[in-house]
């Protein structure tokens, strides 16, 4: 990956995030933008809305490629699909990953960029998250009020190298905010914990993030389940603290007040949520590391007893 060229941005994945960034992306003149999805996706999602305006991305389907017509492989290809797609997602990406690509995941969690690394070799991934947005999907309607906050550099980025730096130039082109933090590693845990709080909890007690801004006792439901990773990011090397779990509640002040976390949007649509990947792993670190995480076992129990009932007969 010696020279540094984003001619070709592919996106898998084109939820609430990933639409929201491909129509920012797509404004950005040289850029040629593709949604990448196997054909039963893309007659599905021929076009979506974005903000009230119709976006129809250019699509790539693996099972459509022939070798006259193929596609150059990916100068960065983002992944923003939900963590129980990622499989099916890297064999329908894998096509369109070459030597130089550079991926960046979106997913929730700690564990996608591992898994990713595994199947197209790490020097390939760079990590990231995103905060402070608000987008929201129902049905092919996406709307958002902020820009969401892409984090994301190499593990460590003190300089950053020039590939970050290639990417963070064009995120400014596209008005995309960004941040390349020294310490990678702290911030994806720090996102992690947000969301072991803030989406298990909305999602059992269908909250918005006006709501955590006004009632103090879903503020202390999300503490708790925040602590348990605090406790166990000091076993896995990562500084975290309880000052960290506060530094959320102004962000959440800062969205619209009637904005929903993505697993009560999921709840809410019957969709398979991503508790696995959020009170699964912390139960199984857990169980690692001797530390007992009362609160995220209970928070996993009740979601998956919320996601059973929409395919179980009530009696």
């Given at each position: 990956?010696?020279?540094?060229?984003?001619?070709?941005?592919?996106?898998?994945?084109?939820?609430?995030?990933?639409?929201?960034?491909?129509?920012?992306?797509?404004?950005?003149?040289?850029?040629?933008?593709?949604?990448?999805?196997?054909?039963?996706?893309?007659?599905?999602?021929?076009?979506?809305?974005?903000?009230?305006?119709?976006?129809?991305?250019?699509?790539?389907?693996?099972?459509?490629?022939?070798?006259?017509?193929?596609?150059?492989?990916?100068?960065?290809?983002?992944?923003?699909?939900?963590?129980?797609?990622?499989?099916?997602?890297?064999?329908?990406?894998?096509?369109?990953?070459?030597?130089?690509?550079?991926?960046?995941?979106?997913?929730?969690?700690i564990a996608s960029e591992e898994v990713l690394?595994?199947?197209?070799?790490?020097?390939?991934?760079?990590?990231?998250?995103?905060?402070?947005?608000?987008?929201?999907?129902?049905?092919?309607?996406?709307?958002?009020?902020?820009?969401?906050?892409?984090?994301?550099?190499?593990?460590?980025?003190?300089?950053?190298?020039?590939r970050v730096e290639a990417i963070r130039a064009?995120?400014?082109?596209?008005?995309?905010?960004?941040?390349?933090?020294?310490?990678?590693?702290?911030?994806?845990?720090?996102?992690?914990?947000?969301?072991?709080?803030?989406?298990?909890?909305?999602?059992?007690?269908?909250?918005?993030?006006?709501?955590?801004?006004?009632?103090?006792?879903?503020?202390?439901?999300?503490?708790?389940?925040?602590?348990?990773?605090?406790?166990?990011?000091?076993?896995?090397?990562?500084?975290?603290?309880?000052?960290?779990?506060?530094?959320?509640?102004?962000?959440?002040?800062?969205?619209?007040?009637?904005?929903?976390?993505?697993?009560?949007?999921?709840?809410?649509?019957?969709?398979?949520?991503?508790?696995?990947?959020?009170?699964?792993?912390?139960?199984?670190?857990?169980?690692?590391?001797?530390?007992?995480?009362?609160?995220?076992?209970?928070?996993?129990?009740?979601?998956?007893?919320?996601?059973?009932?929409?395919?179980?007969?009530?009696?």
């Open positions: 990956m010696n020279s540094i060229r984003l001619c070709n941005v592919y996106l898998c994945g084109l939820g609430a995030l990933g639409a929201m960034y491909a129509a920012q992306l797509a404004a950005v003149p040289g850029i040629r933008v593709r949604a990448i999805a196997d054909a039963a996706r893309i007659a599905r999602t021929r076009e979506v809305s974005v903000n009230g305006r119709p976006f129809a991305p250019a699509w790539l389907s693996p099972d459509q490629l022939s070798p006259e017509g193929a596609a150059p492989p990916a100068d960065l290809l983002i992944v923003a699909v939900k963590w129980h797609q990622l499989e099916a997602a890297i064999a329908t990406m894998r096509p369109f990953v070459g030597p130089a690509t550079t991926i960046i995941s979106l997913l929730n969690g690394g595994r199947a197209f070799g790490a020097e390939h991934l760079l990590t990231a998250l995103v905060i402070e947005t608000d987008a929201m999907k129902r049905g092919d309607e996406i709307r958002f009020s902020k820009v969401g906050t892409i984090v994301f550099g190499e593990r460590r980025n003190d300089p950053p190298s020039p064009l995120f400014g082109r596209a008005a995309i905010p960004c941040r390349v933090p020294r310490d990678m590693q702290r911030e994806l845990w720090w996102k992690f914990m947000l969301n072991v709080g803030i989406n298990q909890i909305s999602a059992v007690l269908h909250t918005t993030y006006g709501s955590f801004s006004r009632l103090p006792q879903a503020r202390e439901l999300m503490r708790l389940a925040c602590r348990e990773v605090v406790r166990l990011a000091e076993c896995e090397g990562i500084a975290l603290a309880e000052e960290d779990i506060e530094g959320f509640f102004p962000i959440f002040a800062r969205l619209s007040p009637g904005g929903k976390p993505s697993m009560l949007q999921d709840v809410e649509a019957h969709r398979k949520t991503e508790v696995e990947m959020f009170a699964g792993t912390v139960v199984e670190l857990g169980r690692r590391h001797g530390v007992p995480t009362p609160v995220n076992a209970t928070l996993l129990a009740m979601i998956q007893v919320i996601e059973q009932s929409w395919t179980t007969p009530e009696g």
